[in-house]
């Protein structure tokens, strides 16, 4: 399959007064996968839309392999698009909206068959070619719209929320399936999600939104551990947030969090004042006695849920600031609900946010 | 489950208040239907004696069978220009926004509340000031008039139904928008089209108020019949009315097989 990036350049949507994107900027390469991560409200879905056609860009450029598209009418740019609640044709068979793409392109009839029958196969839905989409398990709709998108051999493929509507498990394996799929065919692909979870597991890279921008677009990993602000660090993954106060002597930085007897020394300089200080809730261990180089706070514990893969914990500090505590099932030390105890973490762990962005 | 919800007074007065409704609204058309088969040129009840005659007496009556014929290709030539209307507004009104479309939608569903006696009397004004004296083209117009709104509430009901997603995914494969509209809109409004020729036909073959004002010669059938019972009443008018009855049930009934009346509605 051909390989087509997208360059969005500096892209406004206008509705009326609302302004859902804001002179946002994104490139996505050929054959990567990148997620449209944010809140409901934050632009994503326009965005999304903005690429297909369907959402008039005020100003700036949208271009499809080198192509500015601005203005080419959403059916003659070649994209496929899956929607949240599938839109398949509900007065069509699978196999007529499979093929439905190939019909409005002129295919002959021969090829219609064959390639739709070859795109079912490819997403195993040889068996329901006959049957009408709401004879169809949600999973089954999902793979027919996926199979309607690709079957024209798109520039690249629009996700709006594709998995919304499954239950967990399933979620859980069309993420799999969805993922090899994108793969092995190599298409580019931009991905709407509210799912931190799911952009986690599926993207090559995460834009992160907000309010019409992109607060910061990186690979997953980049993005969970080095949150460029303090709302991505909030949105993707969980964040423990102290209120902290920095000063500094001989080149060096000591930071104290405020009303906890907890100083810090740092081995860099950065500017005195208040500063917030995030940690995630995995990166706290419990213990009796601190390891060389990490930081100790005692608290009580509040409650601990277990939940399979790990036992989560909400402990109280003398100051009375709550934390969320994960401790993953092969860790021995795992203290009971109303216990006096001591947490440590890693000076290296630990990311600090001035005026909501992250200090280097 | 059963007992205990049949047993609930409530639900016995409503099972009760619909059964005397049903009856109250149905007795009168029974008693119509059973006097067509009088022996005797009597229209009594109950009948004084059996007989089919005043069936095939209606075919005696050459101006009750031009009457219905007229009134057939009345109501279907306002029958098929209002459904036609219909389609093009109800797209309209649902899936383009421009200004003062509420108003608009709110006054083309208006000659529903404007009584007939006016809606006749207000285009026979009409007719006769701009000098139109067509018996067929007096009565079409009014019965376009009559007949639009149920077309339009119809249509425009399942075009709010059906997901405007399905068109834009059409679009997004590569359908102009003629063709989103002829290959996904419009299949998905078919059952309610035959919904909407139903009401229309209904509408306009029954209309008699507004219909009295604008015969000026060859009568529609309600209008004939009128004319009829006023000279004689024999039970040839009540032949006629149980066959309209009967044939009117055989349509709703067929109606509610092939789509549920009571999805569209």
């Known amino acids: 399959m051909k390989q087509a990036g997208i360059e969005i350049e500096k892209i406004t949507v206008r509705y009326g007064n609302s302004v859902p994107v804001r002179a946002l900027s994104l490139d996505v390469k050929p054959g990567e996968f990148v997620s449209l991560l944010g809140p409901s409200g934050c632009g994503k879905t326009t965005t999304l839309r903005s690429i297909a056609g369907f959402s008039d860009i005020a100003e700036g450029d949208i271009r499809i392999g080198g192509v500015s598209v601005r203005d080419v009418p959403a059916n003659k740019r070649n994209i496929g698009m899956v929607y949240q609640d599938y839109a398949l044709f509900p007065h069509m068979s699978v196999e007529k909206n499979i093929g439905f793409g190939l019909r409005m392109r002129n295919v002959s009839a021969e090829e219609i068959r064959q390639r739709a029958r070859a795109a079912a196969e490819q997403l195993r839905l040889s068996g329901f070619l006959d049957r009408y989409p709401q004879q169809l398990s949600g999973g089954q709709q999902q793979r027919v719209a996926l199979a309607r998108a690709l079957v024209v051999r798109p520039d690249v493929l629009l996700l709006d929320e594709p998995m919304a509507a499954l239950d967990k498990q399933l979620r859980s394996d069309m993420q799999f399936e969805l993922k090899d799929l994108q793969k092995s065919v190599g298409i580019t692909t931009v991905f709407v999600t509210h799912d931190q979870e799911e952009a986690l597991s599926l993207s090559d890279r995460i834009a992160v939104m907000h309010d019409g921008k992109i607060l910061q677009i990186d690979k997953p990993d980049t993005l969970y551990h080095f949150p460029a602000t303090r709302f991505v660090a909030e949105f993707v993954g969980t964040a423990n947030l102290f209120k902290a106060k920095v000063s500094n002597a001989g080149g060096r930085s000591r930071v104290e969090l405020d009303g906890q007897n907890v100083s810090m020394q740092l081995d860099r300089e950065l500017k005195a004042g208040d500063v917030e200080v995030m940690l995630r809730p995995e990166q706290i261990e419990f213990g009796n006695e601190a390891p060389a180089g990490s930081v100790p706070l005692p608290v009580r514990v509040q409650s601990a849920v277990f939940v399979g893969v790990a036992t989560r914990y909400l402990v109280k500090t003398s100051s009375g600031q709550v934390l969320r505590v994960d401790v993953s099932g092969v860790q021995s030390v795992r203290p009971a609900a109303g216990e006096q105890t001591t947490i440590f973490w890693r000076l290296d762990d630990m990311r600090i946010y001035r005026d909501g962005m992250l200090e280097p | ?265």
Request: glycine share 4%; hydrophobic share 55%.
């Open chain 2, 1 to 265: 489950m059963k007992t205990g919800a049949t047993r609930d007074p409530l639900t016995i007065a409503a099972t009760a208040i619909a059964f005397v409704t049903l009856f109250a609204a149905t007795f009168p058309l029974f008693v119509t239907t059973i006097t067509a088969f009088n022996a005797t040129n009597e229209t009594v009840f109950p009948p004084n004696g059996w007989s089919l005659r005043w069936f095939w007496n209606i075919a005696a009556q050459p101006e009750l069978v031009e009457a219905a014929a007229f009134s057939l290709v009345l109501a279907v030539i306002s029958s098929a220009i209002s459904i036609s209307l219909g389609v093009v507004s109800a797209v309209a009104l649902t899936r383009k926004k421009f200004p003062g479309r509420d108003l608009i939608d709110a006054f083309l569903m208006s000659p529903l509340l404007v009584p007939q006696v006016i809606l006749g009397l207000s285009f026979l004004v009409f007719f006769v000031r701009i000098g139109l004296k067509q018996p067929f083209l007096n009565l079409l117009l009014p019965h376009v008039v009559l007949t639009f709104p149920y077309a339009l509430r119809v249509i425009r009901s399942s075009l709010i139904r059906m997901n405007p997603k399905l068109e834009e995914a059409a679009v997004g494969l590569g359908a102009s928008s003629v063709k989103s509209f002829f290959l996904v809109t419009f299949p998905q409004m078919r059952p309610s089209l035959f919904v909407a020729i139903f009401f229309c036909f209904v509408v306009s073959f029954d209309n008699f108020t507004a219909s009295a004002f604008l015969t000026v010669s060859g009568a529609t059938l309600p209008v004939q019949i009128y004319f009829n019972i006023e000279s004689s009443l024999d039970p040839t008018i009540s032949a006629i009315s149980a066959l309209l009855i009967v044939s009117s049930a055989f349509f709703v009934i067929v109606a509610d097989r092939v789509v549920g009346v009571e999805k569209i509605v």
